[in-house]
């Protein structure tokens, strides 16, 4: 008999001294992830696709993602395609907690796992995370800038052009 899989999810909140507008244009933006969210070590542009290099026990793989945003809801989810054991799914939000307040909210979603290893996993991603939104709470209330979408980060939009070899200079 196999032993039973199961997907298993951590929350973490923490308030913000920003208004929600300030804590959502950073978690909307996911070419910043990789500067408050440890495992994530680039997002790039490949063909179209966002690719994310994610870092896992045995290092770093580069793996598929998808994003989506919604200013309205204050929304920005993302899922990564993990090599093995299927899909990692996060999901943000921010909430306005008055004018200059705000709270952000992480929630992760594993891929299925064996049940033994549930306990261990949530204490050390909960950990991990609460770091994170540290991380997070310090870019958005000291207002750091974004280093926005870096050339290595984006695909180029058409190749570049071959260079033509130099011509010789004729000698009079």
């Not at 991603?125 to 609460?130: A, G, I, P, R, T």
């Not at 770091?131 to 984006?154: A, C, M, T, W, Y």
Request: glycine share 6%; net charge positive.
């Amino acid at each position: 008999m196999s032993e039973e899989h199961i997907v298993s999810s951590v929350t973490v909140a923490m308030e913000i001294e920003a208004p929600k507008e300030k804590a959502y244009a950073v978690s909307a933006d996911h070419f910043q992830l990789p500067r408050w969210a440890h495992p994530v070590q680039q997002v790039r542009m490949k063909d179209g696709r966002q690719e994310v290099d994610y870092l896992l026990p045995d290092g770093v793989v580069t793996c598929p993602s998808v994003g989506r945003v919604d200013a309205e809801l204050g929304t920005a989810d993302w899922t990564v395609e993990l090599p093995k054991g299927g899909p990692l799914k996060v999901f943000s939000r921010v909430l306005a907690l008055g004018e200059a307040r705000s709270v952000f909210m992480l929630t992760l979603l594993s891929p299925p796992m064996p049940r033994r290893r549930i306990k261990d996993a949530f204490m050390v991603v909960q950990k991990n995370l609460l770091k994170d939104l540290e991380k997070f709470k310090e870019i958005v209330e000291k207002g750091l800038p974004s280093p926005g979408p870096q050339p290595k980060n984006l695909a180029p939009a058409e190749p570049p052009a071959a260079k033509k070899p130099a011509k010789a200079k004729k000698k009079a």
